[in-house]
């Protein structure tokens, strides 16, 4: 694995799709392209999903790869492989970030998600997402309040275990 998304960020969407990736999603999606040379622009795919999916999952070069070999490795016909073949290959669109640090995300994958004049991006580790901000905030407000059980000393790095907290 190489490295990693940080941050978030509201970004304005043109009439035309055109939308600003934050700098530092840039730097990582050109490390994580063994095709981007110095300047180069750099490729990568939005996994925009079915019905069950509400925002965008951009993936590296080297991320998507990861994932295609582990489909590769899966049982020729078997229904897991055929879902995911035609999640992360069928449902997909492979992109690359033009000269002035944008993506262009066609009407069919705005439309999709409801996205209208804002987005919001927000990293997921050898990921990031784009969502509607709106969206974003109504469902992480409620698939976090598990959280408000926690008590005032809760440390985060808990959850992962013992030997990981700071």
């Known amino acids: 694995m190489g490295q990693r998304f940080r941050g978030e960020g509201h970004h304005k969407v043109d009439a035309k799709g ?3 990736i934050p700098a530092l999603f840039r730097r990582v999606l050109a490390s994580e392209d ?3 040379q110095d300047g180069q622009c750099p490729n990568l795919v939005i996994v925009y999903g079915d019905d069950r999916q ?3 999952k951009c993936f590296t070069v080297n991320a998507i790869n990861e994932i295609d070999d582990g489909i ?3 049982q020729r016909g078997s229904k897991e492989r ?3 073949e035609r999640l992360y290959s069928g449902l997909s669109h492979p992109t690359s970030v033009d000269e002035t640090g944008r993506l262009v995300l066609p009407a069919k994958l705005r439309e999709k998600i409801g996205l209208d ?3 919001f991006f927000i990293a997921t580790g050898d990921t990031f997402q784009i969502w509607k901000p709106e969206d974003y905030e109504a469902k992480h407000a409620q698939s976090e309040d598990w959280l408000d059980d926690m008590g005032d000393d809760f440390d985060p790095l808990s959850l992962l275990g013992a030997g ?3």
């Open 34 to 36: 063994p095709d981007c």
């Open 82 to 84: 055929r879902y995911l």
């Open 164 to 166: 990981a907290e700071g």
């Open 117 to 119: 004049g804002e987005a």
């Open 18 to 20: 055109r939308v600003s």
């Open 72 to 74: 590769a490795a899966m």
């Open 54 to 56: 509400d925002h965008l």
